[in-house]
């Protein structure tokens, strides 16, 4: 794990980072895109935004967390989601709501995630805002409906407390001690911080609950 300090710079620089902000530039320059869709900024920064007004290319921005409202992306800390930026936060991401009056359009792939940046006067006067959840398309036939046969049950993602795995371990504890509740099986496939997955596996460890890595 990176040092406090080293963090703190790397903070700073993904902030405003013009080092990656002049790549693109050159990128930019040399390929001329009609379109540019921005989506997981963290290491580029918002420092690429100005990239595509200064070339007056549209540009649309797909937000898939918090990162331009909090350094971590998760607006999670100490165990709470956090109600407001903190302190660090807002220093962090000083200046991002003028920065993002200057794309085309601005997309959440929730309603959640994008009315969280609007209430905090980002994307203010972004013309185009809109919702697209997150899809795939798989050759099956969707169900429904799910009915007393139906046990077996999974969670496929990152393995951090601000995903609540816990909140779903323990509720299928509870769930499985009752009547019939030897049928049902968990899996969990995902990696993430080592001592919270020990800590799961230690404290859920189960024959009905396996983790898949």
């Known amino acids: 794990r990176p040092s406090a300090i080293q963090r703190l710079v790397w903070h700073a620089l ?17 390929i001329r895109p009609d379109v540019i869709s ?22 649309v921005q797909v937000l898939h967390d918090y990162y331009h409202l909090c350094p971590r992306s998760q607006m999670f800390r100490r ?16 200046g991002r709501r003028d920065a993002s009056a200057r794309l085309q359009g601005v997309i959440g792939v929730s309603r959640a995630v994008l009315d969280s940046h609007l209430q905090r006067g980002l994307f203010g ?3 185009i805002r809109s919702v697209v959840h997150n899809a795939r398309s798989f050759r099956v036939t969707p169900r429904t409906e799910y009915g007393p046969s139906a ?17 779903l371990l323990e509720s299928f504890r509870r769930v499985s001690r009752q009547p019939g509740g030897e049928a049902l099986e968990l899996l969990v496939a ?19 609950v396996r983790f898949l890595g």
């Not at 046990?151 to 909140?167: A, E, P, Q």
């Not at 919270?196 to 404290?203: K, W």
């Open 125 to 127: 006067s972004v013309s």
């Open 79 to 94: 165990g709470r989601l956090c109600s407001e930026p903190c302190t660090a936060c807002k220093a962090f991401r000083f």
């Open 151 to 167: 046990s077996r049950f999974g969670f496929i993602g990152t393995l951090g407390d601000w995903k609540g795995v816990h909140c």
């Open 38 to 59: 921005f989506h997981n900024l963290s290491g580029w920064s918002a420092g690429v935004w100005p990239v595509a007004s200064k070339h007056k290319i549209a540009a």
């Open 190 to 208: 995902g990696t993430g911080d080592a001592k919270y997955f020990a800590d799961l596996q230690a404290e859920f460890a189960s024959p009905r």
């Open 14 to 30: 993904d902030s405003h980072n013009p080092f990656m902000s002049a790549a693109l530039d050159a990128l930019v320059d040399r």
